[in-house]
């Protein structure tokens, strides 16, 4: 498979509606699973072809069937292959690789990466972000199980109050409640770290990740915090994946596969925890149950990210339940609870804590090490002196035996 067949260059054509361009496997799999309208037409810039001469198009290609392993390393090309990427600069690009990107932008002035130390909650608008996290905040900022939340400033502080205060009300906050940047430091285990809040948005995270448009707006914003996530949880709102809008459920999938791709490839971002949420839960527990259970779920929705990660650790959560309001709408019910919503965080932290105590323990490790051969090479050299010191003693007596030896010859003679 070339780095050619796995850019992102199809187009899909729908009831009128143009998307992508998506990689032709990431197609092949949303067609086999009936994401894409069997009447849909797909280009790669010629002609306009039906998804069934597409798929035998692409069946002729296939040499043989490929297994996951590859087709991870396939995934990794794909954005690499993408033009001009900084992101190739990561651990897994070589050092010649870094000089011959002569087009890098987004790495740090120095070749120290910047550290990571935040947690970035990412999420398309409306999954639910805003209020799962006026939610945690209102269980954290008085400190719950040696974990405290604190906002960034008072008018954060009051706007997440608010949010959940509304809430308790049985009302909807506003939209305009917590459209700010929403950013509060988490406490835990004697570290504070940053937490910030990206609305997702498929476009942006193309500007970003693939075509690296650093001038796009949003998009500085964006690859900054993702260069500097310590742990990342992706909030998925279920029954918009599950739903009718395939360009957003496509979106979902694909633009969480670029920006994970982004933190693996990027120093430091192999060991980033990276965890599934599924918001909502109260409302829409079934959707998971119709396809066997949150792995069915994300297995049938998240094709791509699924191949990326391997393993997706999956929360389900629920900030508040629901009943029918008079108007027939869903609200908030006042004796709502909170359901997991501090488990995805806990879990997170609990595994920085522990890359972190691993990398420390192999830096003393590696320092023992180093002493120890310090410490041979000193005992060595010292051995070295001491037989200079016995063959030159050694010398000298035999010469001086000799010389006796000799003179008692000549002596007697
Ligand atoms: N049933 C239910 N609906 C929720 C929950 N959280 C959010 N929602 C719904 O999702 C909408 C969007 O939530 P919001 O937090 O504003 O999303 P954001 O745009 O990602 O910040 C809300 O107006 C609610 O209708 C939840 O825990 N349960
Ligand atoms: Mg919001």
Redesign the pocket.
Known sequence: VSPKDIAAKWYVSSEGQRYGPYPSHILTEWIAIGRIAADALVSDGSEWITVSQFMQQQAKAAVAPRPEELELEVIEDTVASDGPSSHRVGSKASAAEAVAGASVTTMPPDDSPPERDRIVVI?R????????LATLYAKLWKSLNGMTAKAVSGEVHRQLIGVHQTLQAGR?PAATLGTSQIEMDIEHAGRKRLMVTLDFAGELFRKAFVEEQADFPGVKELTEHIDRAASVLLLVDPSVVAGMDHEAAMDDDFGLVQAVQRIRNWPGGESVPIVLVL??M??YQHLLDQVGGSKGFVRKYFPALVRLMKHIPIFQV???Q?DKGNDGT?IPRLDSQSVNIDTPLRFCLDLIDKTQENAEQQRLEEQRIAYERQQEEAERARERRQNRILIVVLTAILIIGAAVVALIIIYKV
């Open positions: 999420g608008r409306q999954s639910g972000k805003t209020i799962y909807w918001t909502k109260d409302q629920s900030a508040v629901t869903v």
